[in-house]
T-cell receptor, first 112, second 113 residues
Framework: SQTIHQWPATLVQPVGSPLSLECTVEGTSNPNLYWYRQAAGRGLQLLFYSVGIGQISSEVPQNLSASRPQDRQFILSSKKLLLSDSGFYLC???????????FGPGTRLTVT | AQRVTQPEKLLSVFKGAPVELKCNYSYSGSPELFWYVQYSRQRLQLLLRHISRESIKGFTADLNKGETSFHLKKPFAQEEDSAMYYCALRDAYSGAGSYQLTFGKGTKLSVIP
């Protein structure tokens, strides 16, 4: 079965600093991959998705970018963090005949 | 555009009481609906999908296309049911292989002992 890893688990960064969050998937090949931000009272907001290496689609214009350098690796980045980038970031992959998504443990980002 | 609405941010029930978490959707096509659950300090996980017509941990959900609803129900709440619940919708015929999910804002269920 598939396993989704995310790191770091928690991160505290100052405003204006760069960001790199990593997501890796084991146990499957060529998965669809997704980045979400989860905020209290706002649910899950889809940020980016990828259907293959080098293929990134952005759902929400913002200060963030994503890349997929390898089949099972998905990276969320920023050149300069804003306070509003604070939140809980979830990586997910799509598997199964019913196309449900499986989620990683998440990264708690606090921008100070 | 598709939309998922969970009208209750917080729902508190006593142990043994029935539970109903509401979910309404707005979509003109043929949707697939899911319920996800997030227990304290655990990752978000799939609870059930409408297409399977299954009962998981005593929970069931029926897709009502006439009312565009997919409410989650359980006849007798347990303390371990306390968690955050998200309703999600996927376009059954979405193109480009993206298979995106649209999530509601979630309902926090608190079961009082």
């Amino acid at each position: 079965s598939q396993t989704i890893h995310q790191w770091p688990a928690t991160l505290v960064q100052p405003v204006g600093s760069p960001l790199s969050l990593e997501c890796t998937v084991e146990g499957t090949s060529n998965p669809n991959l997704y980045w979400y931000r989860q905020a209290a009272g706002r649910g899950l907001q889809l940020l980016f998705y990828s259907v293959g290496i080098g293929q990134i689609s952005s759902e929400v214009p913002q200060n963030l970018s994503a890349s997929r350098p390898q089949d099972r690796q998905f990276i969320l980045s920023s050149k300069k963090l804003l306070l509003s980038d604070s939140g809980f970031y979830l990586c997910a992959c799509m598997l199964g005949g019913y196309y449900e998504q499986y989620f990683g443990p998440g990264t708690r980002l606090t921008v100070t | 555009a598709q939309r998922v609405t969970q009208p209750e941010k917080l729902l508190s029930v006593f142990k043994g009481a029935p539970v109903e978490l509401k979910c309404n959707y707005s979509y003109s096509g043929s949707p697939e609906l899911f319920w996800y659950v997030q227990y304290s300090r655990q990752r978000l996980q799939l609870l059930l999908r409408h297409i399977s017509r299954e009962s998981i941990k005593g929970f069931t959900a029926d897709l009502n296309k006439g009312e565009t609803s997919f409410h989650l129900k359980k006849p007798f709440a347990q303390e371990e049911d306390s968690a955050m619940y998200y309703c999600a919708l996927r376009d059954a015929y979405s193109g480009a292989g993206s298979y995106q999910l649209t999530f509601g804002k979630g309902t926090k269920l608190s079961v009082i002992p």
